[in-house]
C-alpha cells in the first residue's frame, strides 16, 4: 500500500520568510514523489517532480529515502505562493498515483 | 495546449438519481484517474484506468463505478446518488513518465 501524509492543514508566513511543507510518505519500492499545486479558480498543475531535480518558481523539494521524505521549500515566500499544495506519489511498478491532504498557505504581506 | 476536459462545471441532482461525470483528455494518454477533494481530505482516489476497458478500485470506490470504452474517454457512475457524494470531483489524465494533467473540476450536490 501506498500513503502520502501531509501533517500541516494550513501554514501561514509572512512575505520574504523562509516556508516549508512536510511531506511524508509509505511505499515499498522506489516511488516517483511530485508537488502539485492549485492556485485559487485554478485547476490543479505540477510543480515540481523530484527526477527532474529543478527549482520551479523558487521551490526546492528532495527526496530523503532514508526519513522518507519529500519537503518542499522556499527561502523567501512572496504572496502570489499563496495556494493549496499537494504531495503526490506515484508508485515505481504501477499506475496509481496517489495523493497526501494538502497544506493551504498563506503568505500575508 | 492540452487538455482534460470535464462536462460539467456544476451539477445538481437529487437523492437516489443515476449520475454521469465524463471526463475527455486529447493527449493519447494511457492511465485515466478519478478523484474526489474534500477540505481537509486532499484528493482522494475512486477509481483508475490503465487502458481502455481496464479499470482499478482506488481507495474509495464504494457507490461509484467507472467506463472506459475508448482511450480519450473516463466516466464516473454515481449508481445512486447519496448526500455524502457531494463533493468537488477532479479527472487526471497521465502517460507512465508524465506528469498528471487536470480537469478543472465539477462540483456535485446532491439534494
Known amino acids: 500500500a501506498q500513503r502520502v501524509t501531509q501533517p500541516e492543514k494550513l501554514l501561514s508566513v509572512f512575505k520574504g520568510a523562509p516556508v516549508e511543507l512536510k511531506c511524508n510518505y509509505s511505499?515499498?519500492?522506489?516511488?516517483?514523489l511530485f508537488w502539485y499545486v492549485q492556485y485559487s479558480r485554478q485547476r490543479l498543475q505540477l510543480l515540481l517532480r523530484?527526477?527532474s531535480r529543478e527549482s520551479i518558481k523558487g521551490f526546492t523539494a528532495d527526496l530523503n529515502k532514508g526519513e522518507t521524505s519529500f519537503h518542499l521549500k522556499k527561502p523567501f515566500a512572496q504572496e502570489e505562493d499563496s495556494a493549496m499544495y499537494y504531495c503526490?506519489?506515484?508508485?515505481?511498478?504501477?499506475?496509481?498515483?496517489?495523493f497526501g491532504a494538502g497544506t493551504t498557505v498563506t503568505v500575508r504581506a | 495546449d492540452v487538455k482534460v476536459t470535464q462536462s460539467s462545471r456544476y451539477l445538481v441532482k437529487r437523492t437516489g438519481e443515476k449520475v454521469f461525470l465524463e471526463c475527455v483528455q486529447d493527449?493519447?494518454?494511457?492511465?485515466m484517474f478519478w478523484y474526489r477533494q474534500d477540505p481537509g481530505l486532499g484528493l482522494r482516489l475512486i477509481y483508475f484506468?490503465?487502458?481502455?476497458?481496464?479499470?482499478e478500485k482506488g481507495d474509495i470506490p464504494e457507490g461509484y463505478s467507472v467506463s472506459r470504452e475508448k482511450k480519450e474517454r473516463f466516466s464516473l457512475i454515481l449508481e445512486s446518488a447519496s448526500t455524502n457524494q457531494t463533493s468537488m470531483y477532479l479527472c487526471?489524465?497521465?502517460?507512465?513518465?508524465?506528469?498528471?494533467?487536470f480537469g478543472q473540476g465539477t462540483r456535485l450536490t446532491v439534494v
Open positions: 487526471a489524465s497521465t502517460s507512465p513518465h508524465t506528469e498528471a494533467f
Open positions: 511505499y515499498s519500492g522506489s516511488p516517483e
Open positions: 523530484h527526477i
Open positions: 503526490a506519489l506515484r508508485g515505481s511498478n504501477d499506475y496509481k498515483l496517489s
Open positions: 493527449m493519447d494518454h494511457e492511465n
Open positions: 484506468s490503465y487502458d481502455v476497458k481496464m479499470k
